[in-house]
């Protein structure tokens, strides 16, 4: 489970799209939001767009890994897909915030990687906000707002990166997460294999 968060606008979405597109073996986790699709997003794609009442009964039925309440939306991770997948070996990348992150890590600890964003600057951030041109400036204002309190759950992550250059940001979460899947822990099969090189 590996996890990209980041204060908003500070590049996850991008560099999930990427090692979505670059990295054969990593599917990305669709959450359920009760947020208003963007410009371009796809349901069932980008997210599960549900109302509150769905929402609400999803959460009580026992479906959610983990939820949370994030700019006066509800957002969460449906369980069965993931926990089917990763039973089958695959790798699942998630964009999701710090209160999820800490959800995952308490139940999953060894299977999660947890990767925290940050923009090289508060300017650079808003100037970003802006450029994408998805929010309002109410909107922007918020997650402007709200940037300064998300970046202060940093240490709760494993790795830190600032995206500076997009090229070099995405070398270096590629790199994580090549590393982590050589960890001895990981590797199925690692058994049989060195014995074969020992016989
Ligand atoms: N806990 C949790 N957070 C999520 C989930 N899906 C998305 N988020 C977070 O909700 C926040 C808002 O997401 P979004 O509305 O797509 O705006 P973004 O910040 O531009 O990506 C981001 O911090 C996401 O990482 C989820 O399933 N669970
Ligand atoms: N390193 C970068 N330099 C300049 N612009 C970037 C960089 N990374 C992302 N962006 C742009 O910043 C905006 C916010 O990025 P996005 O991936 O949507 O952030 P998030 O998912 O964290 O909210 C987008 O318009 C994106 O194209």
Not at 14 to 32: N, Q
Not at 41 to 54: A, R
Not at 113 to 135: K, Q, W, Y
Request: charged share 30%.
């Amino acid at each position: 489970m590996f996890i990209l968060s980041s204060p908003s606008g500070a590049g996850k979405t991008t560099i999930a799209r990427r090692l979505l597109d670059e990295d054969g073996k990593i599917a990305m986790s669709v959450s359920v939001t009760t947020r208003q699709p963007r410009p371009g997003e796809v349901d069932g794609k980008d997210y599960q767009f549900v109302d509150q009442p769905t929402f609400q009964r999803m959460v009580d039925d026992g479906e959610m890994l983990e939820w949370a309440e994030v700019f006066g939306n509800n957002y969460g991770t449906p369980k069965a897909h993931i926990k089917a997948g990763l039973k089958a070996g695959q790798d699942f990348l998630f964009d999701i915030d710090w209160q999820g992150t800490q959800q995952l890590y308490q139940r999953m600890e060894t299977d999660v990687v947890r990767v925290f964003l940050l923009p090289p600057s508060i300017d650079a951030l808003e100037g970003r906000l802006r450029n994408r041109n998805t929010d309002s400036d109410t909107v922007i204002d918020g997650r402007m707002a709200r940037a300064r309190s998300e970046i202060s759950h940093w240490d709760g992550y494993d790795f830190v990166v600032v995206n500076d250059n997009i090229d070099e940001c995405f070398g270096k979460v590629k790199t994580i997460l090549e590393a982590e899947r050589m960890r001895r822990a990981r590797q199925t099969g690692l058994v049989d294999f060195t014995r074969g090189l020992m016989r």
